[in-house]
């Protein structure tokens, strides 16, 4: 590779103008004939939007499916918490929606640092998806005359969001997870539930080229170590926003697949971009597991505000009043005020800073500080209790849940919290890693958000991924394979790459330290808030690599892990997937400090207009900024594959006019 | 065959069982009530129901009834039995929305049962039985049920031939026949509020309109039915009562 | 207002699936009403880790009562004393200081016992697995709008969908049935047109894999619907039944 460049051959991007890549793609792409796809095996790692889409698709399509969770049942990935919904481009609305207005919005969205064909493509699949869910069975909302409903979100113009409730994510996931139960029942997938990926096997071809061709994993019941071999390996195991300790993700959503990948030689691109959620319920203890997110879909009619008085502030921080107490005119609607064209709809990483800005100068909320009001009273006034009631009420019941306060009277309480990253696994147009043979679907690689994501776009690219891009673009692929005969789980790479994975656990076992998993998590979940959080600077991710490094010292010398290796063991999975987490985190905070400008999900406070928005350094940094690993110890190698935006104007985000 | 393998068609042979177990019921009751109305009229119905081949036939097919239900219900909680596994909760708690009988319909239904056996000597054994064999086993003539069931309630003997010998009921056992009698209606009663609705609903005869509807028509139903019942023993407890206190 | 109280915990052990369970009480101090139940055990797991022993093992993943996953009867309810909610979203408030806290795995024939408070319920995969599907492929379908759907029909279907598989229902069933899972998504997929196609085989299918994997008969006590988490109405076992008892009639 020159110059450690990857350019758009690499990427495999095909030629032609912006709207026909995708259809050029496909009608030039090798495909596997029917009887062929018989004897090739696929393993899919993960049952999440994209992970269960494509195991069901892939098996659809004849290809023999092994497919892993680390969940008791494949429903419970953690796509099915997405509340809010997926975009798409039907423009059954009739306000001047389009495949390229989708587009558009996705890449400006993501602060022009996504790649434009993958992009572009995401935008052209997304009607197929709503197409799929609906002859599926997804109870989307409907309108009175029968046809489905949609709802603008935040960060766009439109009305392109479909919905089921509040309750999007789970829809879509129970109706991949119905196709991919199709599939089981039919034999041509084989699930492997409670099953926790350690490992993947390499083999070299004859000629030299080494291919992922099977996977390492714990029987997570057992405890037992088992080899499985497969012609390609696909991981969709989701983001590595629990690197945070404290996030909006399930508690054991992990990013160790990402470095078991990383560690083979894929490239692991923009670790640094991380949403941060500004609609989630503010932190109340230091007990506390996880943060609860509300959709984003609250932000339509609530409106957020601090109080215009610091006075005011201090008095709700000490519990003396509530927010109902503080009259209109003392409010500061302040996203209102400072971005009047989205006003409380701007994206999420604007929201998130703007609160962080409000909370850090002092008109933070609760005892914390660190909340702001989403106040529905005009809401409630303009449409009426019951309509609020009949659009929110699950949200609302869950808030008054959690707070114990109900919303309708007083304003609901909310805090940025990080909630999903953009960044990931590197793939190609085909959704490869830079390892052959090994692909990377939805919310695990890198693709197609750029520097931020937009709201109800995960779900449509872990759909889109799943469903109609990977098991085209597999094919390319696999065509090359068909001669390949299936492989003996008993060559010496196998044995050799399991081997390693008991070493691994036995070391871990033995340390028999001080500290459980847990504390040392929620140590690196505060260096890695408080440094690599929403505003990070030069000096401060410093810091935070150096503390990282003393973390994973004292991990790897002091933690306790109680039970045995070879049983159920709850403890040593989280044991295993903190030692990644350490990793990530440092990955994250390297990738954070050598970007040196802010853009979307990635706000470096050196660089900032004087009003405080982000400022991109397009001269320098429009590019990918991958990692590669250069063995355990050593600093990853940067590997950049930029960013020349053919199609698109690269201008200035601007959420005010 | 459907009925018997799968848990739904078993469910349904109950609820058609015991549908038209209700509607014997209801017939039954409606012809007790009669007696309040008129004797003679009473007794015209007794006659209907004597030894006629379509009263035999409707006692056999009630018995084939009864039966089915009965062994349908030790089979189903067998069976569910066995579902709950072998280890029990240590704790359990008042489930709101939860109606007790729902819970114990087994256990009423023995009861309701025990006290047929009690109805069957009491009355079939003496009428259709007596009449079908020819056997002599009960104080009146078969045919004159009326008397009989005035005996039986209130001590009061109002026909023309009879057999004095086998009048040997001491005069408080009556009231305790009422009250025995009101008991096993109250049985009854609980089993059918649960078993009708339950019955359509397993049948699937319900929606979310009609949930709370249909609860409320097996209500007044089952009332219906044991309130008709109820009437006769009441009515000649009274008349005990006039006579005795 | 949320106080600090002091608790003893009576938890379900169990080592393994053969092994002999028993009840094991642990006392805890000082623990704010504002936190989770889940947050509870961890903090009582904290503290066994602490002492060196083995910690509790026990289901739970999004904590935010949409996956599923975490389970428990506590004090003789499954997802504990509240309505409407999953055991992550129950919290401490809901108990008082010196309070015995009786945790129990989920008990069914259908749901063996894995370890301590986790139970194995591959078996809802089973019965999905079935018939839980509309048979359509990926790709080559009718435009969304094809098919207009009345609003309130794709709200029923909506509220049928909202099944979480959880299996309380089948917990706090006497009979240990599974039918208000089964008929949740039968319901979801007979309301709408594109499941009505196959409803009587989905129907059929469904009830025979959930008769052979050993869940009880459903004799319509409610339970099921009033401990659910996320109240799916008994009236779906209505049309379950009407579904299976026409397809059977019709065959």
Redesign the interface.
Known sequence: MANNIITPEMAKIPQGPLEKKWTNYKDHQKLVNPANKRKLDVIVVGTGLAGA?AA??LA?MGFNVLNFCI????????S??AQGGINAA?N?QNDGDSVYRLYYDTIKGGDYRAREANVYRLAEVSN?I???????????????????DNRSFGGAQVSRTFY??G?T???LL?GA???L??Q??KGKVK?Y?RYEMLDIVMIKDADGTERARGIIARNL?TGRIERFFAHAVVVGTGGYGNTFFLS?N???SNGSAAMQMYRHGAYFANPCYAQIHPTCIPK??D????L??MSESLRNDGRIWVPKKLEDAKKLQAGEIKGRDIPEEDRDYYLERRYPAFGNLVPRDVASRAAKERCDAGFGVNNTGLAVFLDFSDAIQRLGKDVVAQKYGNLF??YE??V?ENPYENPMMIFPAIHYTMGGIWVDYELQTSVKGLFCIGEANFSDHGANRLGASALMQGLADG??VL?YTIQNYLADQISVPRMSTELPEFAAAEKAVEEKIAKLMKIQGKR?V??IHKELGLIMWDFVGMGRTAEGLKTAIKKIDEIKKEFWSNV?I??QAD??N??LEKALRLADFIEIGRLMAVDALHREESCGGHFREEYQTPDGEALRQDEKFSYVGCWKFMGEGNEPELVKEPLDYEFTERKTRNYKA | MWLFNSSIGRKFVMSITGMALVLFLLFHASMNFVLILSESGYNWICEMLGANWYALVGTMGLAALVLIHFCYALWLTFQNRAARGTSRYEETAKVWGVDWNSKNMLALGFVVLGFLCLHLYNFWFKMQFAELTGLHTGAFDPQNGAAYVKYLFSGVVTADNFDSSMLTMPSWSHPVYCALYLVWLAAIWFHLTHGIWSALHTMGFNNLIWFNRIKVISCVFASLIVLLFAAVPVYYLAVFCGIHC | MDQHINIKVKVWRQAGPKAQGHFETYELKNVFQGASFLEMIDILNEQLISEKKDPIAFDHDCREGICGMCSLYVNGHPHGPDQAITTCQLHMRKFHDGETITIEPWRSRAFPVIKDLMVDRGAYDKIMQAGGFVSVNTGGVPDANSIAIPKPVADEAMDAASCIGCGACAAACKNGSAMLFVSAKVSQLALLPQGKVEAARRAKAMVAKMDELGFGNCTNTGACAAECPKSVSLANIARLNREFICAKFQD
């Open positions: 889409s069901a698709s659809e969940q008791d049942s494949p429903r419970r990935a953690h099915i918490a039907k059954y197929s709503i197409d799929q869910c609906v002859a599926q069975g997804v109870p989307f909302a409907r309108e009175y005359g029968g046809l489905l089921a409730k309750q994510g789970q829809q129970l997870y119905s196709a139960s199709r089981i029942g699930m539930t019941v909006t399930a508690m054991a109340h203890g007990f506390q597991s996880k609860t997110l019941q869950m849940k959690i114990d469903y109609f098991p459980s847990d504390s306790f109680p039970g049983a159920l709850n403890e």
